[in-house]
C-alpha cells in the first residue's frame, strides 16, 4: 500500500484537516506526491512572475494558514502526462466528494466536468470550495 513520503507529510501538514483527510485516503489506492501546502508571500509572488499562478499574495488559496489548497500530482512524476493527471484528479474529487468534501480542480476551474475549456491548467491544483 502506497504511503506519503515525509517531504510529502511535511507539506500536507500545512492544509486544511479536510484536504489532509483526503489525501490520506488517496494516496492509499493511488500513489502520489505533495509538492506544496502554504506559501508564503514571496513565493506566491514569484509564483505570478513566472506565470505559473494568477493571484498575488495574498488573494491565493495557498495564503492561508492553514492551507485551502494543495498541489499533488500522482507519482511517479510525468509532468506531460495529462491524461493520467486527468485520471488522478478524478479519484481525488470523487474520494472528496464521497467524505462530503468539495473540491475544485486546477484542470476545470469552472467545474462542468468539461476538461477541453479549461484555459488555464494548474493540473496539480485542488481546492476547498466553501
Ligand atoms: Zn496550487
Request: aromatic share 10%; charged share 30%.
Amino acid at each position: 500500500m502506497p504511503r506519503f513520503s515525509d517531504k510529502s507529510i511535511s507539506n500536507l501538514t500545512t492544509c486544511d484537516t479536510r484536504l489532509q483527510q483526503v489525501l490520506l485516503r488517496v494516496v492509499h489506492d493511488f500513489d502520489c506526491t505533495i509538492l506544496e501546502g502554504h506559501r508564503d508571500r514571496e513565493r506566491q509572488n514569484r509564483m505570478v512572475d513566472e506565470g505559473k499562478s494568477r493571484v498575488r499574495w495574498p488573494d491565493g488559496k495557498h495564503n492561508t494558514v492553514p492551507s485551502r489548497a494543495v498541489d499533488v500530482a500522482a507519482y511517479p512524476i510525468v509532468w506531460d502526462d495529462r491524461e493520467r493527471q486527468t485520471l488522478f484528479a478524478g479519484f481525488v474529487l470523487a474520494t472528496a466528494k464521497a467524505m462530503g468534501i468539495e473540491l475544485r480542480w486546477g484542470g476545470d476551474w469552472s467545474m462542468d466536468f468539461e476538461v477541453k475549456d479549461n484555459r488555464f491548467d494548474d493540473l496539480v491544483h485542488f481546492e476547498i470550495v466553501e
